[in-house]
Structure formats: C-alpha cells, structure tokens
C-alpha cells in the first residue's frame, strides 16, 4: 500500500530517514516518525512535489502506520501554509465564569463559585485570544492546539454533579483553518 501527500506552490519538505520537516509561509514544523517496530517495514521518501509513504509488509498495523504518517504530513503541510483555528465559548448558569491567560497558563476563575482558580496550560506555540466568552486558538501544529483546548476544557471537568443540570464550563465549538473553511 502507498498513501501520496501532494505538496503545494510555497511549502518546502525535507524527508531525512524517518524525520520529516515542512517549511511554510507560516513557519516550519518538524516531527520524527522513528519507531523501532516499524523503520524496517515504513517507506518515507519525497518524489518531485509529492511524499510517497509505502510499506514493504501487507501487516494490518504497519498499513495503519503508513495512514497516520501520511495524516500527519499531511496536517503538517495545512498548518505551515494555512494554520490552525479552534473556537471555543465559556458556558455558564450558576456563577460567572472569568477566564484570564498569563504566559503560558490559562486561569479559570469563580468556577461554580471556588474561591480558587482552575488552570490549564498552552501548548507549543499557541496563540490565545480571550474575548469575554469566546476563546480562539490558533496555531500551525494542530496537535498543539488541539492539546491546549483540551486542557482548557478538563480544566472545567465537573465531578459529583448531573452534567444535565450543571452544564457550566469551556467547550470546543468549531475546528477550522485559519481561512475559515472546516477541518
């Protein structure tokens, strides 16, 4: 099997072994695909303006590997040409809710009326953009913005209440690229 990323006008791909680094408008990313129970078996090689991922077994999971690293080069050429957007709305009923960033730490203040603020941490290279009930995250490693909003929301994880009553907290409402269209 033999999953082709095309590559577009503007974007640069280095293939070195098993490490891939793309090189975009936006900025560059680079990740090692290097894993012992598949380097012999995964074909990672840039032919003109396209990766050809292939492998050289018919096994079910080094088939599924040359799909995810196909996926992950492939979400590594959208982000450094395009980027990365994720909304998310701060929802509450009870007490309202204040969310404030500082660094690299995100603060969720007066949840359900705690004294003490909640916190989540910003992945990577991050941008947050707090706007009284809206959060935007972007960023051009999808993993990294995907990982931040997670934290922001399991930073509102409610325990011992019935979530159909208490519906308070941080949630995703859209993926997109930076230029609007769906993920």
Not at 50 to 65: P, Y
Not at 67 to 90: E, P
Not at 103 to 113: L, S
Not at 116 to 132: M, Q, Y
């Amino acid at each position: 099997m033999e999953k082709k990323v095309q590559v577009p006008d503007g974007v640069e791909v280095r293939v070195d072994g098993m490490r891939v680094t793309v090189k975009g408008p936006l900025g560059e990313l680079s990740k090692d695909f290097d894993d012992p129970r598949f380097n012999r078996l995964v074909k990672l090689e840039k032919k003109d303006n396209e990766v050809h991922v292939s492998n050289l077994d018919e096994g079910r999971k080094i088939t599924a590997m040359v799909g995810t690293i196909a996926a992950h080069v492939k979400n590594m050429i959208l982000g450094t040409s395009v980027g990365f957007r994720y909304d998310m709305k701060v929802m509450y009923t009870h007490f309202p809710i204040t969310v404030t960033q500082t660094g690299t730490e995100i603060q969720v203040k007066n949840f359900f009326g705690e004294k003490g603020a909640r916190s989540a941490t910003v992945v990577g290279d991050t941008e947050v953009k707090i706007d009284k009930e809206n959060i935007t995250l972007t960023g051009i490693n999808v993993e990294d913005v995907g990982q931040t909003a997670a934290n922001i929301e399991r930073s509102c994880k409610l325990t011992g209440r019935d979530r159909r009553i208490f519906q308070d907290g941080i949630f995703l409402t859209g993926r997109h690229l930076k230029n609007g269209e769906k993920v």
